[in-house]
Each structure stands twice: as C-alpha cells, then as structure tokens.
C-alpha cells in the first residue's frame, strides 16, 4: 500500500484562528507544533510522534459522540493525568467514565474545544 499515514485534519471553524490558537496554547496541537522531539516544526505542520492511529467510521446511530458532529476528534497522549491537571487549571470541563478504560486499550477522557468538538484524549497501554 502507498499510503503511510494521514496528512492532515480540515474541519471548518466559526473562528479558525482562535480554534488553531486554542488547540496550540492548550493541547501542543497545529501548525509549528513538535511532539516528536526530531526536527524542525515548520510553519504549516504539526510533527507528531509515530504509533498507533485509530481509523474507524461509526454507525450514524452511534451515541459515542454528539449525533450533530460528523467527526470526533481522538489525542494519542503520553502522560493523560497531567494532561488533565492543566485542562482542568484552565478551567476546561473534563468527561472520564471507567467503563471507556481498559488494560487492553489504555486510558480516556474526553474533552470539547470551544466550537463544540469533541475530543477523546487517549493514553494507550504501555507496551
């Protein structure tokens, strides 16, 4: 197969601008981000750190996320705990229920950007 990977995200935005300002100054997400500790982040991109990305259409009649959203967004993240201390600190409302962890799959929460989105934080086990 040729394809390696994704190349990007587009969504539309009421307020693109503060949403990409929010995701960069709350998440380390967007454009000149560099979570991948190698190289240069340009002006366009994000450089992430390889691992598992999950790709999965859902059913339309899924209650896995907001039924007027036809995407959610899933954050793979290495420490959700303190991730969750500084979203709380800045006063962003955090979902966890334990029935979405598991040793098999790792930890979640879920989160929503100021436009409504949401976005499942996910911690995978440690290998």
């Given at each position: 197969?040729?394809?390696?990977?994704?190349?990007?995200?587009?969504?539309?935005?009421?307020?693109?601008?503060?949403?990409?300002?929010?995701?960069?100054?709350?998440?380390?997400?967007g454009?000149?981000?560099?979570?991948s500790?190698?190289?240069?982040?340009?002006?366009?991109?994000?450089?992430?750190?390889?691992?598992p990305?999950?790709?999965?259409p859902?059913?339309q009649?899924t209650?896995y996320f907001?039924?007027?959203?036809?995407?959610?967004?899933?954050?793979?993240?290495s420490?959700?705990?303190?991730?969750?201390?500084?979203?709380?600190?800045?006063?962003?409302?955090?979902?966890?229920?334990?029935?979405?962890n598991?040793?098999?799959?790792?930890?979640?929460?879920?989160?929503?950007?100021?436009?409504g989105?949401?976005?499942?934080?996910?911690?995978?086990?440690?290998?």
């Amino acid at each position: 197969m040729p394809v390696l990977g994704m190349g990007g995200l587009f969504f539309r935005a009421h307020d693109p601008d503060a949403l990409g300002t929010w995701y960069k100054e709350h998440l380390g997400v967007g454009a000149g981000c560099n979570s991948s500790g190698e190289g240069e982040a340009d002006e366009w991109s994000w450089r992430v750190s390889g691992g598992p990305m999950i790709f999965a259409p859902f059913k339309q009649t899924t209650d896995y996320f907001a039924a007027d959203k036809v995407f959610m967004i899933n954050l793979r993240v290495s420490d959700l705990d303190g991730l969750l201390e500084q979203l709380n600190a800045a006063g962003i409302a955090i979902t966890v229920k334990p029935e979405w962890n598991s040793p098999e799959a790792g930890q979640f929460a879920r989160i929503h950007d100021p436009e409504g989105n949401a976005i499942e934080l996910w911690e995978p086990p440690a290998a």
